[in-house]
Each structure stands twice: as C-alpha cells, then as structure tokens.
C-alpha cells in the first residue's frame, strides 16, 4: 500500500501548467512520449509513477503499465493500480484493478474505538470525474490488508475523498461472514461531518422485554441544529422512543434535551394480570453567555415515576435514586459580589406509590452574596461578607396519619402538610471576621446576625397562616495551633525521605435566637439553623513521600468530634425522631440526633496513596453513646498495567429511626482498556447481605482489533420490583461507531 501522500510530496514541483517527465529511457513518437523504466510524469498537483508510461502531449493523456502509483498532492490521496488510463488537465480516467486508501476523522471521544489507520479500499476498476472516483466491484476497511476483520462489499462505491463514501446495495461482513445487508450506506470522510440518514440498527434479548430490536435516524436539520431519534421494539412489553435534539443557536448558548417514553403494556404476573410500568423521562440542559456580564445555566429533569424509572432505566445508580431535581439560574458576578435569579423543583420520591413523593419549588429566588472582603487593615484585619435572598417558596409532601381516641375508641385522622403555592421568605445574614496572630498561634472569630421572615408557619406537621420572623446571632472562632513536622532523611522502603505533619484545629461556635425551631417548615439548609453552643476539636496526620526527586502527599487521617454544651440545641431535639441540624450536616453525611446528647460521633477519614495506581479511603463513625461503630465505607482503588481491580464496602448500624442499615459489599475486578488490541475482560457487581440478594451485576468480555472490537456483556438487576436479566452484544468499528444494544455509556471498555 502507497504511503500517504503528504509523507511522499516532493520538495520541488513544475510550475503551474508545466508537465515533467522522466524515464530510465525515452523515446518520441510524433506527439507521443514512450517512457520506459521508472517512469514519471509530475505536474505541481498531482504525480504518475509506473514501469512504463505513454504520454500524449496534444490531448495530455497518459497510459501507465506495470505497478502503477498515482499521488494527488493537493487532496492526500494516494493509490495504486495495475493499469491506468488519464486525461490529466481533465482530471478524469480509468483505473484497472485499483487499490488506495482514504483519510478521514479520527474520533477520539470516550467509548469510541479509535484507529489511526486510513480507510482502504479496492475494486476491479475504478472511474475519476473530477473529485470523485466511482469504484466497481470493491470494498472499503480500515482494517489492514491482505486479511481484513471487516469489509463493506458492494458492486459500487461513488466515492469523494475527503468528503463522502457512498455504497449501494451493500454487504457488511466479518471475516467473510455476512452480517447485514443495506441498500445504501454513507460514510462521511469530512473532518466535522454532518450528514442525515439511517443509523445501525440494533437487536437484543431480555428476561422481563423480551427481543429488543431497534433502529435510529439522525437529522442534521442544519448548522446549528441536530436531532436523533431512536425506536426500540420490546416484544414482550411494548414500544419505547428516544428523542436527542442538541442545539447551538448562536455563539455561547448551547443546549441538549433527551426524551425517553415507553408504551408499557405491562408486565405480565400470570393468571392475565398486568402491571404497567411505562412512563417518560425529560433531561434538558442549557447554557447561555447574555450582555452585560450575565449568564445562563439550566438542568432542566422530568420524571413520570419512580416506578418506571426502576423498571427502564440502563444505569443501577439511576434506578436507585429516588430524587428528581431542575435547576436554572441567571447570574452575574463582579468584584467580590454575585447576583442570582434562581428557579429550582425537587421531588424526592418516597416509595413508588402514585403521589408519594415530596415536592419543593422556589419559582424564583433572587440573592445577592459577596464573599470575604477586606475593609481595613488598620489594628486588626476586617473581612465582611454577605448572603441575603428572597423567595418564593413552595412545599408538598404525603399525608401523614394521626391516631385520635375519643369516646368510639381510636380513629385515624388524614392530614397532609402543603404550603401557599408562593410562600414568600426573605433571609439576611451579614459577617464579619477578624483574624489575630501570635507566633505561629492563629486565632479566627467572626460574627454573624441573621433575619429570617417566613409568610407561614407550621404546628403538628400542619401549615398554619401567620408569619415569622427569626432573628438569629452566630459567633464562631478558630484556633490554629502550629503544626508539628518532622522529617526522616534515611531511605526506607517508603521512599528516600519521609516527612510527618500533625495539624491540629480547635473551634467553638455559638448560635442563639432560634426561638421557633419547629414551626419553621424546612425547604433547605437555611431551615436547619438551631441554637447551640458547642466546640470542636480535629487532629490531621500526613505523611509525605518523597521518591526519585517526586514528593507526594501518601498518607491522611483525620479524626474530629464535637462537644455539645447545649444538649437539646435549644429545644430542637425531638426524641425518638429523626432530627436533622446544621451542626450534625457539617459534621457528617450521616444522621446521628435522635435524642438529647453531649457528644457527636467520633467521625474518622483516612486516605492513602502507597504508590501511584493505587489508593485507599475509608470513612467511619464511633459513637460514643452506642459504644459502636455505626457508619463505615470503604473503597480500594487499584490499577497496575492493564489491570484494575476496585472494592469497596458499606455498612451502617444506627437504629432504624435514623436511617435504614445497610451492609452491602462493591467489586469490580478486569484487565483492559477501551482502545486496548487483544481480549478485555471486567466484572462488577453489588451484593446486599442484609436481603441475601445481588443487585446488580455486569461482565463484559472484549476483543478489539487495530480496526473493529466485539463486546459482549450479561447484566443482572435484583432490587425492587425489578428481576431481570440481560444479554447486550455491541461491534465496533474504529473511527466509524458501532451497532448493537450496548451503548458507549454502559460499557466497561
């Protein structure tokens, strides 16, 4: 095969209009030239190399014999032939039993098998009008030759480099295996093409869908707009449409919506009963740049239930989450201020019950903050800072159930907690912090006030009219003691140097005013505000490795704990229920305040690096009051070469009151990579012990070529209303895409 024709352009050419010659002998016939013996003609575009060539000079017409390479210098193309036959101010001739190659786009997004081979093509002859080629008889691969993995066979390409491919009535093969036929099929050979038309089609199987058979068209509407539309045919629950419109309306706004919907028939629990799960899923994004320093975000998500998302969806975490949330902001930022219009919606679905979900809206809220600015340098050095919003706020949530006794014995009472569709709120909260310093002792206070008004009021888990106005003071210190260092110079097995670094951090904060605690009703953080006067102690070890000249942080642990002064946070302790308070979110992501107490958890994270490639972390709780550990996780991440392996373990033990146990071990182990040549294997899975059951699995086996890979992949779901297994296949060709049921975004490779 010829080398690309940049890498064989010569560094002198004829001048425009010229034509050179050249032949180990010559010889003149009236207006021919018989040129025998490495023989050339070059003009300054193009160049015609054979072992014998007769050229014409009236008509420019030249006849190549005997290993024939012609190289278009302008367009990079390079091919070879037995025989030639070319009018070259024309551009246009015969070509007999030719051979070449294509370049084209290199893709080298994620998921996307990439190659740095041409495409290669062959036919019994071929025609040149002008740009184009029209080749019979042949096929295109971008495999290398003689024995290429896949072919696209057909009795004719219409072919225009560095533009488009067009094959008609083609046969796709894998090593001579038919495996589909397409009356016509196009290949884009632009740098950044956009072209609409049919995609691959696809097929599949499942335990609780049945066969999925599948097609896709995509829509390039024009320059700024596409959209792809795909169909999949579940046999054994009905039809289901994904909808992908991506825009770029003009310079610095952008947007991409995807609609997925499935007609359910049902899935069938026997004796003709059926259950519907179908329903439909919105993702919309939006960024924009807009005048005067403003700009745009919006994450704009829609879900008809929980049910269907547990049932359809493709992804184990997605199925598990029970929360759906829309956010858009229109912002500006100058100085050390920014200024926020903000539109939020919530929904957290409790169970997958119709209506059984808590909805929250802030349609819309405007807030103005500044972060720490210096004021005066004088004394002491002042910072102020400042959050301020107002709102329109909205709560909806289940109805809660209330036993009543009254003369006829216990009755239930039905009540449901829903505010004003637009329950106004308006927060301020300016600060104020110094700083002192003393050797190397750091002392940091600030000071807060915070206003709160609230158009309503809650009593019981019932919304009552009237407002409220919360008039909080916050005071907080920080001490920062100097860190204690030292460094070990012998070489160990650690490294060449060891240095040791302990951090302690001393706090104490007070907060009062927060009166009415319990009639707030709760949308976000700013409810979770309590009195409380307590401190707070860390300690954080590191250790850094130096090795080869390259010093890296290997080791961390820190370890901090809180002492509560004021038990019952000024009344907002409700014993026997869960309570969630600013002072245990900062502290932990898990719950621990379901009754009055003195001390928090002793909260522990530790990192560890030993060597690159491999990292560990683990996270736990020690609660002084149980005498337990109550929350632990942790994860182990390692990669050497081509292998990985990743484990990690969750488990927490507080009472049910808090937060549901859970005990549930992660693994995934495989060797490979996405572009790797060779077999690629990986396994992953997520197993429950407290239910006995796996949740999820997944093992992909892969085998990639330097043009095409074939992966094959089981998955098992075991959680809800969800048994179902699946068996997904997917072939990819390098720099073309791929077909089949599984998508780039859930492969392991």
């Not at 390479?69 to 015969?94: C, I, M, P, W």
């Not at 190659?115 to 093509?121: A, E, I, Q, V």
């Not at 094959?712 to 990819?732: K, T």
Request: glycine content about 8%; overall charge positive; charged content about 25%.
């Amino acid at each position: 095969m010829a080398a690309p024709a940049a890498l064989v352009r010569r560094a002198s050419l004829p001048p425009p209009g010229w034509v050179d010659v050249s032949a180990v002998t010559q010889l003149t016939e009236g207006p021919w030239r018989r040129l025998r013996g490495n023989a050339r003609i070059t003009t300054d575009e193009m160049e015609l190399q054979a072992e014998e060539v007769d050229y014409d000079q009236e008509r420019d017409y030249a006849e190549a014999r005997g290993n024939v390479r012609f190289t278009h210098f302008q367009r990079g193309e390079s091919l070879e032939a037995d025989r030639v036959e070319y009018f070259l101010k024309e551009e246009r001739g015969n070509f007999f039993n030719i051979r070449g190659e294509l370049r084209s786009k290199i893709e080298t997004r994620p998921g996307v098998l990439a190659t740095s081979n041409p495409f290669y093509f062959q036919g019994k002859w071929a025609e040149r009008l002008g740009e184009r080629y029209i080749l019979h008889d042949g096929f295109i691969t971008n495999c290398r030759l003689p024995r290429p993995w896949w072919t696209l066979r057909a009795p004719r390409f219409d072919i225009a480099p560095g533009d488009r491919a067009i094959a008609q009535r083609a046969m796709f093969r894998v090593r001579k295996v038919p495996i589909f036929y397409a009356p016509a099929f196009y290949k884009s050979l632009e740098r950044a093409p956009r072209r609409s038309g049919l995609l691959t089609p696809n097929v599949g199987n499942s335990s609780r869908r049945g066969l999925m058979l599948g097609a896709s068209y995509y829509w390039a509407i024009n320059r700024s707009y596409d959209l792809t539309y795909r169909a999949q045919l579940f046999t054994a629950r009905g039809l289901a449409h994904n909808v992908d419109i991506r825009g770029k309306p003009r310079a610095g706004t952008d947007f991409n919506t995807i609609i997925y919907g499935v007609n359910d028939r049902g899935l069938d629990l026997g004796g003709g009963e059926r259950r519907k799960e179908g329903g439909v899923m919105i993702s919309s994004r939006l960024q924009t740049q807009l005048a005067h320093g403003f700009e745009g975000r919006a994450d704009i998500n829609y879900l008809s239930s929980l049910l269907f998302r547990q049932a359809f969806t493709e992804s184990f975490q997605e199925a598990v989450f029970s929360e759906t949330a829309s956010t858009a902001y229109l912002s500006r930022h100058w100085e050390t201020y920014s200024l926020n219009f903000a539109f939020t919606r919530i929904e957290n679905f409790q169970t997958i019950l119709p209506d059984d979900k808590i909805l929250i809206r802030r349609l819309p809220e405007v807030s103005l903050l500044s972060r720490d600015r210096q004021v005066s340098r004088r004394i002491l050095p002042v910072w102020v800072s400042l959050e301020s919003s107002t709102a329109l706020l909205h709560r909806s949530q289940p109805a809660l159930e209330r036993f009543r006794e009254d003369e006829e014995g216990f009755t239930v009472e039905t009540q449901r907690l829903r505010t004003a569709q637009f329950l106004s709120r308006v927060d301020a909260s300016p600060r104020v912090t110094t700083a002192l310093r003393w050797k190397d002792f750091h002392l940091i206070p600030s000071l807060s006030l915070r206003e709160t008004y609230y158009g309503q009021t809650q009593a019981g888990g019932v919304v009552r009219n009237g407002s409220l106005l919360r008039s909080a003071r916050e005071f907080t210190v920080e001490l920062v003691p100097p860190s204690l260092a030292r460094t070990f110079r012998r070489k160990s097995l650690l490294g060449d140097q060891v240095k040791h670094i302990i951090e302690p951090r001393l706090s104490f904060r007070h907060a009062t005013g927060v009166a009415d605690f319990n009639r707030i009703i709760r949308f976000d953080e700013t409810e979770l505000l309590s009195n409380t006067t307590e401190a707070e102690a860390a300690l954080i070890n590191r250790i850094w490795i130096k090795r080869r000249g390259v010093a890296y942080e290997a080791f961390t642990w820190q370890v901090w704990q809180r002492r509560y002064f004021d038990p019952d946070f000024g009344g907002a302790i409700v014993d026997g229920t869960r309570n969630v308070l600013l002072s245990s979110t900062q502290l932990t992501a898990y719950t621990f305040l379901d009754r009055v107490r003195r001390y928090s958890p002793v909260v522990s994270a530790l990192r560890a690096v030993p060597r690159a490639g491999v990292g560990i972390e683990w996270r736990s709780d020690y609660d002084p009051l149980l005498r337990q550990w109550v929350n632990s996780s942790i994860t182990g991440d390692a990669r050497v070469g081509a292998y990985f392996a990743s484990i990690g373990h969750s488990y927490v033990r507080s009472t049910e009151v808090l937060t549901p146990k859970a005990n549930q071990l992660r693994t995934a182990l495989g060797i490979g990579m996405p572009s790797r040549k060779g077999w690629n294997a990986a396994f992953s899975s997520i197993y429950d012990f407290r239910l006995g059951v796996m949740q999820f699995a997944t093992t992909e086996v892969a085998y990639n070529t330097d043009c095409c890979g074939l992966s094959i992949q089981y998955r098992r779901f075991g959680f809800g209303s969800r048994n179902e297994n699946q068996f997904r296949v997917a072939f990819a060709v390098a720099n073309l895409g791929s077909f089949g049921t599984l998508r780039k975004q859930e492969k392991m490779f």
